[in-house]
Every structure is written in structure tokens, then in C-alpha cells.
């Protein structure tokens, strides 16, 4: 089955700077990749994810890039704001499967300074 | 509004006493999972359904049962909860294998004594 691991599990940054989270996956059939933010007492909320068709995709302050050579992926979030803090999940599943298994990353809590 | 909606959001049981988490969604989405999350391990899936009287395993289905007799139910059964059950559960729902955004529930904070 597929294996995703995410680095780092902590990060720690100043409020205005960048913040990149990284993912690898094991399974070359897998070809969707969501990231997920969890906020404190909330469930996961996707926020942005990429097909893989696409290298890259952006949505203002928050980006995805995929390389499916080297199968990894990462979130990069810039110019973070202190609402940026929570738990990020990335995941990945292989949605011609036949069946419907999204299997996530350990997590990265994020925590911007102000 | 869109929603899924777990409860209990907060449950104390003892060992070995039955007990279910119930799970619903109004956006008529085919597809529902449950997870486990644990501190250092993610989330972990439990089982999931693709559709009515459609189920099968996740990666951690030991010690729980689920049923989709209705579209939008979804229910989590612990036959005899054990401590190393105690978790934070999640109910997810999507509309369909090709559109796979998952919506998830607020959680279940499970404590098993």
C-alpha cells in the first residue's frame, strides 16, 4: 500500500516569512494530492491539492509543487500570518484504484511568531 | 450548510461496554470514511464506504464495525472498546471516487477507562 511521510513534524516561523512543508510518497500510482490544515478542536480542511498532471498550483499566499520523478511534493505558504498556525496534513491516493483510500502524512504543526 | 456531523464530540466509557459514534452528511456524497488521529501517527484510516451497503477495511480496522444502510449515515461501532482505543475520531464524506475532496466532522474524543 502507499507510504507518505512528511517532514518536518514541527516548524517554527516569523510572521511574514515563508514556511515549506515536504512530502514523499511510495506508491507511483498515486496521482492526487491534497493538503489538509487542521485548526485547534476542528477536523481537517482541505486547502488546496494538485492532480498529477500539473507540477505546480497556486492559490495567493499558499503553493504545490509535485515532482513525480523523484515522488515528493510540498506546500509552501508565504508571507504567513499568525491565522496560518494549526496542524498540516498532506496525503496522496491513486483515484483509478477502485476504491477510495487517502492515506496522509504524519503531520507538520506550523507555528507563525507574530 | 454543507456539513458533516459526528456525536458524540466528547465520550468517557469503560472497557468493554458497546457503544457507537453516529456520522451524517447532507451533501449526498457517495463516499465516507472514518479515521483514527494519534498523537506522532497522522490519521489513520479505519474503514470506509463507497457506497450503500458498500464497505471495506481502511489500514486499522481491528475492534470496530461500521454499517451504510442510508446514503447519508454513517455509524462507527465499538463492540468492546479497549483503552488502546481511546482516540480522536474523524468522519469524512466525499462526492465520488473522481472528485475526491473529503469533508471531514469535527471529531469524537474517545476515552476508553
Known amino acids: 500500500g502507499e507510504n507518505v511521510e512528511q517532514h518536518p513534524s514541527t516548524l517554527s516561523v516569523q510572521e511574514g516569512d515563508s514556511a515549506v512543508i515536504k512530502c514523499t510518497y511510495s506508491?507511483?500510482?498515486?496521482?492526487?494530492f491534497p493538503w489538509y490544515k487542521q485548526e485547534l478542536g476542528k477536523g481537517p480542511q482541505l486547502i488546496i491539492d494538485?492532480?498529477?498532471?500539473?507540477g505546480e498550483k497556486k492559490d495567493q499566499r499558499i503553493a504545490v509543487t509535485l515532482n513525480k520523478t523523484a515522488k515528493h511534493f510540498s506546500l509552501h505558504i508565504t508571507e504567513t500570518q499568525p491565522e496560518d498556525s494549526a496542524v498540516y496534513f498532506c496525503?496522496?491516493?491513486?483515484?483509478?484504484?477502485?476504491?477510495?483510500?487517502?492515506?496522509f502524512g504524519k503531520g507538520t504543526k506550523l507555528s507563525v511568531i507574530p | 450548510e454543507a456539513q458533516v456531523t459526528q456525536n458524540p464530540r466528547y465520550l468517557i466509557t469503560v472497557t468493554g461496554k458497546k457503544l457507537t459514534v453516529t456520522c451524517s452528511q447532507n451533501?449526498?456524497?457517495?463516499?465516507m470514511s472514518w479515521y483514527r488521529q494519534d498523537p506522532g501517527l497522522g490519521l489513520r484510516q479505519i474503514y470506509y464506504?463507497?457506497?450503500?451497503?458498500?464497505?471495506d477495511k481502511g489500514d486499522v480496522p481491528e475492534g470496530y464495525k461500521v454499517s451504510r444502510k442510508e446514503k447519508r449515515n454513517f455509524p462507527l461501532i465499538l463492540e468492546s472498546p479497549s483503552p488502546n482505543q481511546t482516540s480522536l475520531y474523524f468522519c469524512?464524506?466525499?462526492?465520488?471516487?473522481?472528485?475526491?475532496?473529503?469533508?471531514f466532522g469535527q471529531g469524537t474524543r474517545l476515552t476508553v477507562v
Open positions: 464506504s463507497m457506497n450503500v451497503e458498500v464497505t
Open positions: 506508491d507511483s500510482a498515486s496521482n492526487y
Open positions: 469524512a464524506s466525499s462526492l465520488s471516487q473522481g472528485n475526491t475532496e473529503a469533508f
Open positions: 494538485i492532480r498529477s498532471n500539473v
Open positions: 496525503a496522496a491516493t491513486d483515484t483509478g484504484a477502485g476504491s477510495y483510500q487517502l492515506t
Open positions: 451533501m449526498n456524497h457517495e463516499y
